[in-house]
T-cell receptor
Framework: KQEVTQIPAALSVPEGENLVLNCSFT??????LQWFRQDPGKGLTSLLL?????REQTSGRLNASLDKSSGRSTLYIAASQPGDSATYLC???????????FGTGTRLTVIP | SQTIHQWPATLVQPVGSPLSLECTVE??????LYWYRQAAGRGLQLLFY??????ISSEVPQNLSASRPQDRQFILSSKKLLLSDSGFYLC?????????FGEGSWLTVV
């Protein structure tokens, strides 16, 4: 069964810093990988989706990379802002309707 | 555009009482529908998913059940809640290759 791990579990950085969040998965036979943001007590908002054939996706200050062979993805956040404070989750999808596996998330705090 | 509604947003229920959480999706047809639970400090746990009306698959045995009476309606139920049922419940829908979540429902069983 696919296992998804996110390290670190929590991260605090001063405003303006660039940072990297890590996601690793055990089974490289994935269909795609998705990064989400979750604000406290709220649902999940999709940030970036990387298909298995892609190496990276960019949206504004966010850049997600995928190395399927090594089972790793990173989410790079440039010039962090206090509004970036949230929990970031990655999820990998295999084939089938129920084959979506989530990591436990990284709780990011950006200090003004 | 597609939207997903989930309610109630918050509820406090005594042990042994029934539960009904509802989720509806608008702007799409024949979506795959999901119920997840997120316990404090833990990841998302898939509870149920459905690929069509009346088709429910359970991932984790428990005292919860799910139903899909209409194409875009997904209901999570329990006849008798346990303390361990407390958590944050998320409904989601997907088509093709991405998934969209509702705002979640906080359940506290006391």
């Amino acid at each position: 069964k696919q296992e998804v791990t996110q390290i670190p579990a929590a991260l605090s950085v001063p405003e303006g810093e660039n940072l990297v969040l890590n996601c690793s998965f055990t089974d490289s036979a994935i269909y795609n990988l998705q990064w989400f943001r979750q604000d406290p007590g709220k649902g999940l908002t999709s940030l970036l989706l990387i298909q298995s054939s892609q190496r990276e996706q960019t949206s504004g200050r966010l850049n997600a990379s995928l190395d399927k062979s090594s089972g790793r993805s990173t989410l790079y956040i440039a010039a962090s802002q206090p509004g970036d404070s949230a929990t970031y989750l990655c999820a990998v999808r295999g084939t089938g309707a129920n084959n979506l596996f989530f990591g436990t998330g990284t709780r990011l705090t950006v200090i003004p | 555009s597609q939207t997903i509604h989930q309610w109630p947003a918050t509820l406090v229920q005594p042990v042994g009482s029934p539960l009904s959480l509802e989720c509806t999706v608008e702007g799409t047809s024949n979506p795959n529908l999901y119920w997840y639970r997120q316990a404090a400090g833990r990841g998302l746990q898939l509870l149920f998913y459905s690929v069509g009306i009346g088709q429910i698959s359970s991932e984790v045995p428990q005292n919860l059940s799910a139903s899909r009476p209409q194409d875009r309606q997904f209901i999570l139920s329990s006849k008798k809640l346990l303390l361990s049922d407390s958590g944050f419940y998320l409904c989601a829908w997907s088509r093709v290759n991405t998934i969209y979540f509702g705002e979640g429902s906080w359940l506290t069983v006391v």
